[in-house]
T-cell receptor, first 115, second 110 residues
């Protein structure tokens, strides 16, 4: 089946530094990808919609200057958490909408811990 | 986005069928009913989706009410590996996004 891969699976960074998470659709093209954040025992919260070749659309309350999204190709989107702080520690999940068929597939998620 | 309502949790015995309900009384004509499940510390996994007719695949069956205001995900024989949070989501496809509610946490016991 369709596969979406995230890298890294987990990362620990120091407060004030930036960290990049990659999301790749391995066997299909995805003009649109989505980034979610999930805190323990909570549901997924959509952060932004990433569109290939154009600016991302951020959900209300999500700082676009803090969570930088780049979608440079039909198979890759990246999320950069800039100047990370401990409250940014979370499970970050990406998903990709297959161009043919519209089904959305999710990555395995990336654990970010900011110390 | 149209909202869905699911029970917070359900329990099932292994090898027995499980019926997970979802209410979506404000569904529009273009909304597809999608089900995803999320195992601990993993991203959501696509289960099944439908529009009006009942659907079957290797994972589950989806029964959609005639008025489309509710649906039921059916796991024919629950196993321990089916223990997860199941999300029922309305999705219109292109130019739409998946918005997650709280889902139903399914516990499967021996």
């Amino acid at each position: 089946g369709a596969v979406v891969s995230q890298h890294p699976s987990w990362v620990i960074c120091k407060s004030g530094t930036s960290v990049k998470i990659e999301c790749r659709s391995l066997d299909f093209q995805a003009t649109t990808m989505f980034w979610y954040r999930q805190f323990p025992k909570q549901s997924l919260m959509l952060m932004a919609t990433s569109n290939e070749g154009s600016k991302a659309t951020y959900e209300q309350g999500v700082e676009k200057d803090k969570f930088l999204i780049n979608h440079a190709s039909l198979t890759l989107s990246t999320l950069t958490v800039t100047s990370a702080h401990p409250e940014d520690s979370s499970f970050y999940i990406c998903s990709a909408r297959r161009n043919s068929g519209n089904t959305i597939y999710f990555g395995e998620g990336s654990w970010l811990t900011v110390v | 986005d149209a909202k869905t309502t699911q029970p917070n949790s359900m329990e099932s015995n292994e090898e027995e069928p499980v019926h997970l309900p979802c209410n979506h009384s404000t569904i529009s004509g273009t909304d597809y009913i999608h089900w995803y499940r999320q195992l601990p510390s993993q991203g959501p996994e696509y289960v099944i989706h439908g529009l009006t007719s009942n659907v079957n695949n290797r994972m589950a069956s989806l029964a959609i009410a005639e008025d489309r205001k509710s649906s039921t995900l059916i796991l024919h024989r629950a196993t321990l590996r089916d223990a997860a949070v199941y999300y029922c989501i309305l999705y219109t496809g292109t130019a739409s996004k998946l918005t997650f509610g709280t889902g139903t946490r399914l516990q499967v016991t021996l």
